[in-house]
DNA sequence: GGTTGCATGTAAGATGTTACATGATTTA
DNA sequence: TAAATCATGTAACATCTTACATGCAACC
């Protein structure tokens, strides 16, 4: 559900656009929010089609590109999912997984984890930092498409940095 | 393979038990990070014999109950895991997907889909909170397994709220 | 005797990943 | 002309969810 919500969103959002462009848009804007490889995204599309929320043509380019238009029957679907209180909220999160496990570590071993935790997400702050300030040079206009995701990116990824350096610094207490 | 660290770490840290008692572990504290439901852990416990990585015990109750053990090379492997650098980090986070699409609608819908799920986030803090004070009752020994995934969950709601609340205000900003 | 809780499993289907396969157009 | 990029697809496999299926033990 939520893949085909998220290709809909992207084309509600960007216009019309191919298959690839829609997988490169997963690598690049919508990452920290979900991921698919175009290997699921053409059979996807295709079932799109099939149920009337886009509309393919045929146009040049590459090996015969196609490309697909959201109708308003799709629309509605991505209203109805946004105003829909009741997501799956089923998460699957690595990080958090460690931050359970690794308490089992002898607690020096435990905080070098947390250490280099911290440094991988200080430099993904760092790195979202800058496609936001390169995305939006001085406009203020109206928020584009991907610019509130990307705040709660940066403050998520500077939330877990912090959590992990006051886990290590706990857990070098402890040992 | 996150499964298959999620079982072998909660078998280390809490001791020998059954795919059932693992069943519900999931559905209690381990739930921020990771999820599995029983038709997907038994397997997983069957391969996990097979590959050395637990011990399986016939027991008694209920219907002939099965109790498992890690051996040393699971204990092995959940280190390798906790130690290597290089995570999936992949990231599929229906929130951050409604993030993404929302201003997809006019400003005055957007907020309330916004504020709604301030409200949500809220109510998460505050049973997680509760959850912390009930876990540990004034015991500052050691800290339990779960306790930084903990803090780690209350603080990530806590933000998401604060995100929420800002997002609806700019979005009401601009209707 | 019925419901709830303990306890284990299988099967079908949806979703996601990795690998394989093909071919046109542009650029070095 | 070789490599990179654009472009689409299929197949095999792993993972996850939902539904089906069984049976014992305790309590009311």
Redesign the pocket.
């Known amino acids: ?3 085909r919500i998220a290709l809909l969103g992207m084309l509600a959002a960007k216009g019309p656009a ?4 829609l ?1 490169k848009l997963f690598d690049r804007s919508i990452n920290l929010a979900w ?6 995204i ?2 996807e ?2 079932k799109m089609v099939e149920s009337g929320a886009v509309t393919v043509e045929e146009a ?7 490309v697909y238009t959201v109708t308003q029957a799709g629309r509605d679907e991505i209203k109805q999912w946004l105003t829909d209180g009741d997501l799956h909220r ?1 998460v ?1 999160n690595e990080i958090a997984l460690r931050a359970f496990l690794v308490p089992i570590l002898p607690p020096a071993e435990a905080a070098a984890v947390m250490r280099a935790e911290a440094e991988r997400q200080a430099a993904q702050v760092a790195e979202l930092t800058e496609l936001k300030a390169r995305d939006k040079p001085g406009t203020p206009t109206e928020p584009s498409f991907g610019t509130y995701a990307l705040d709660l990116g940066i403050r998520s990824a500077e939330l877990i940095r912090q959590w992990a350096t006051e886990t290590a610094d706990d857990l070098e207490r402890r040992s």
Chains 1, 2 share one sequence.
């Open positions: 559900m939520s893949l191919s298959g690839y462009e997988a991921q698919a490889k175009h290997s699921q053409y059979p599309l295709g040049g380019g590459g090996r015969g590109r196609k089923s699957r």
